[in-house]
């Protein structure tokens, strides 16, 4: 019998990823997103903005939009011979793209007094909703918007935060940075409806109370970056110890078990490596899902028993519960990583 082809491999893709935090009535939270349960990749999820670097986020152009940061100190940065601001370009798009959030100065800022372009005047919301759709329909880019608002981009208020590689074996391969920066206070985030359907501003240690209640489904990457904001208690704080930190990536195991995945998020150390000041994070990852226990029961008594609630901002506006599916849990892992089975028996019970 002839081996089976596994086909050519999977070529890794560029991607950027920004957690926005801000400071609560109880302390720093944090923005996530729900991805759409259609979805085709890590469906159901809840992440933080970001997704793919286009080409358009690599336009040499890009950099003459850009405050505080050159592609030379950007590519130091990543440890990239050059192109590294594209990083930067892409988070701060996906970012506007997915959740509304824009992080660029206006045209009263752009020059160092540090005013952040304000999105809560009417007449200007309008023409920023045109903005965003149209730059998620590819219909404009990021820098012609910032040509037509007189904008530029806040590069020097995003601070490298982690770096995580797919391993080979996964239908997709992405080679992620992950940045942080604090959200603008003129700005209030709205999922797209889209590619996401949820969203919810929360505490690092409350959503990793939610995901072990069984509410929330996520990736090791961002367990590993919610463990890694957990000690900070303001977004000041967090923003300096991402200022201290330094990152080298490395490279780990090929794939991780489902049940190995699940304890390495529940333990207290995170995924990857760490500095002392909790924000230092790389590796690799295995692509699924890391899906609440089966045993959990989502509603009002685990909501009693934990004193978690178990809503969030949903696409109507409103607060209501949002389970998520056994099937629909485990049919995420398989999807991606084939042969993991474990999860569908889980399923079924």
């Excluded at 009417?122 to 730059?135: C, S, T």
Aim: glycine share 10%; proline share 7%.
């Amino acid at each position: 019998m002839a081996a089976h082809d596994a086909g050519p491999p999977v070529a890794l893709r560029d991607a950027a990823t920004v957690l926005l935090v801000r400071d609560g009535d109880h302390g720093l939270e944090v923005f996530m997103l729900r991805r759409n349960l259609k979805s085709d990749f890590v469906g159901g999820a809840y992440v933080f903005p970001g997704g793919a670097v286009d080409p358009a986020d690599r336009d040499l152009d890009a950099g003459r939009w850009c405050r505080g940061r050159t592609d030379e100190d950007a590519s130091a940065r990543l440890g990239l011979a050059s192109g590294g601001l594209a990083f930067w370009v892409a988070a701060i798009r996906e970012s506007f793209e997915e959740a509304g959030v824009l992080l660029a100065y206006g045209p009263d800022g752009g020059d160092g007094d540090g005013a952040m372009v304000g999105l809560d005047d009417p007449a200007i919301v309008a023409r920023f909703v045109e903005h965003r759709r149209a730059v998620d329909h590819g219909e404009r880019s990021l820098v012609e918007v910032c040509e037509a608002e007189g904008l530029r981009l806040a590069v020097d208020t995003m601070w490298y935060f982690g770096h995580w590689i797919t391993p080979e074996g996964a239908p997709r391969r992405y080679d992620t940075r992950f940045f942080l920066a604090a959200a603008p206070s003129a700005q209030t985030p709205v999922h797209d409806d889209h590619e996401v359907i949820a969203n919810l501003w929360i505490r690092p240690d409350d959503a990793l109370a939610r995901h072990a209640a069984g509410e929330l489904a996520m990736l090791p990457p961002t367990v590993a970056s919610l463990r890694a904001l957990s000690p900070s208690t303001t977004s000041a704080a967090a923003l300096a110890a991402a200022t201290a930190s330094s990152i080298s990536p490395r490279t780990g195991t090929a794939s991780i078990s489902a049940s190995a995945s699940r304890r390495a998020c529940r333990s207290s150390r995170p995924v990857s490596s760490s500095s002392s000041c909790g924000i230092k994070l790389a590796g690799t990852y295995a692509p699924a899902i890391i899906p609440p226990p089966a045993s959990s029961r989502i509603g009002s008594r685990r909501a009693a028993s934990t004193g978690i609630p178990a809503s969030t901002n949903s696409r109507d506006g409103g607060r209501r519960s949002i389970p998520i599916p056994r099937s629909t849990r485990a049919s995420h892992v398989v999807r991606l990583i084939p042969g993991i089975t474990k999860l569908t028996d889980r399923s079924a019970r």
